[in-house]
């Protein structure tokens, strides 16, 4: 079964989500100014808010190379509410993956912060009672006030960062994904979750089909993700306890163990499972092809930019399967560079 004939497994958000912004957008006569002028308010309006974004910027900047590159495309404040956003799921799965502690310890962690979460997204809650929380502000001193003014100022629904979370607490547990089904979940829990996080920020073209939107949102993530997975076979394997994410049931067609991916045998076995996973990767990202035509046109080289950088990471797993299992492949930063500077021309973007 493909990934691509899998509906969403995730909560969307509800039709019209996008367009009821436009609506009271269209009173102060942009369709982005609304949600925007929210976060740069917030900013002026606390000033620890500027410091916190700050921090948001180096986090992202030191742990997702990938990801901060075609972020840095975004216009502000939408650049710093992306920051702010994947600085939250950075130290959600950090808490999912810390070495440090026993499964026990991390599913506290992950517990602690759905409930700081819940508190601060709630539509009765308050956005400065997590910062009291002095447990949580001795782990990330300074950022959550960005994540907490991002969330609330471009909508972002509460569902989004329960479904990552729900996703993280099996990660502590381990993972041995059985079909094609359980991967979807999965792919939609860690990387559909950000995929519609992004989307909330970038905002639509006018006129454009909300529903086609999310449709190719989750189908990006599942590309991206898809793609992070057979990098990280080998490190996932290596975990304690364990996480398999290549479905078992494909594992059996080509008559392969899971350990048999890290000895890479028998290799033609191995060389049949990556072949089908990067296919179906490539399947995904070509379907999902029409998601820049659809995001508002400011944030749309930001899409073509990290989608065409994971599809070079891709096709450099592809090129080499067995040296993917061996170490982390990487995308070139020369690479990198030109499909940055190629985004910030808007070649190939709709006009």
């Given amino acids: 079964m493909s990934l691509l004939s899998i509906p969403a497994t995730i909560e969307l958000p509800a039709e019209g989500w996008l367009r009821g912004e436009a609506l009271e957008a269209s009173r102060n006569g ?9 976060l740069a308010a917030g900013v002026a309006r606390e000033a620890g808010l500027t410091e916190a974004f700050a921090r948001c910027k180096a986090i992202t900047r030191l742990h997702a190379r990938n990801f901060y590159l075609g972020l840095s495309l975004a216009p502000e404040p939408r650049r710093s509410a992306l920051l702010a956003i994947y600085t939250w799921m ?11 502690r026993d499964v026990g310890e991390r599913l506290e962690g992950l517990r602690s912060l759905r409930a700081l979460t819940a508190a601060a997204l709630a539509p009765q809650g308050g956005a400065a009672a997590p910062l009291h929380d002095a447990d949580f502000r001795a782990q990330e001193p300074g950022w959550w006030a960005a994540f907490v003014a991002s969330a609330r100022a471009y909508q972002i629904p509460p569902t989004v960062f329960m479904d990552t979370l729900d996703a993280l607490e099996a990660d502590a547990r381990g993972v041995a994904v059985r079909d094609e089904g359980e991967l979807a979940r999965y792919c939609d829990r860690v990387a559909g979750t950000v995929a519609v996080a992004c989307v909330c920020i970038w905002g639509l073209r006018e006129r454009a089909d909300e529903r086609a939107a999310w ?53 033609n076995g191995c060389e049949a499972v990556f072949a089908e996973w990067t296919a179906e990767a490539r399947r995904l990202y070509e379907a999902s092809v029409g998601l820049e035509d659809l995001v508002d046109p400011a944030c749309a080289r930001v899409c073509w930019a990290l989608a065409a950088v994971y599809r070079a990471l891709l096709e450099r797993i592809a090129s080499e399967p067995d040296r993917a299992v061996r170490e982390r492949l990487r995308v070139a930063r020369g690479r990198k560079l030109r499909i940055a500077l190629a985004g910030w021309l808007g070649v190939g973007l709709p006009g």
Wanted: some cysteine; hydrophobic content about 40%.
């Fill in 30 to 38: 942009s369709r982005r100014v609304w949600r925007d002028a929210a």
């Fill in 215 to 267: 449709r190719r949102a989750i189908l990006r993530g599942r590309a991206v993700q898809l793609t992070n997975i057979l990098r990280d076979v080998r490190e996932d394997l290596g975990c304690e306890p364990r996480r398999v994410y290549v479905p078992a049931a494909s594992l059996a067609r080509h008559g392969v163990e899971a350990e048999g991916l890290m000895a890479w045998t028998p290799a």
């Fill in 90 to 100: 950075r130290h959600a799965d950090d808490l999912a993956d810390d070495p440090g």
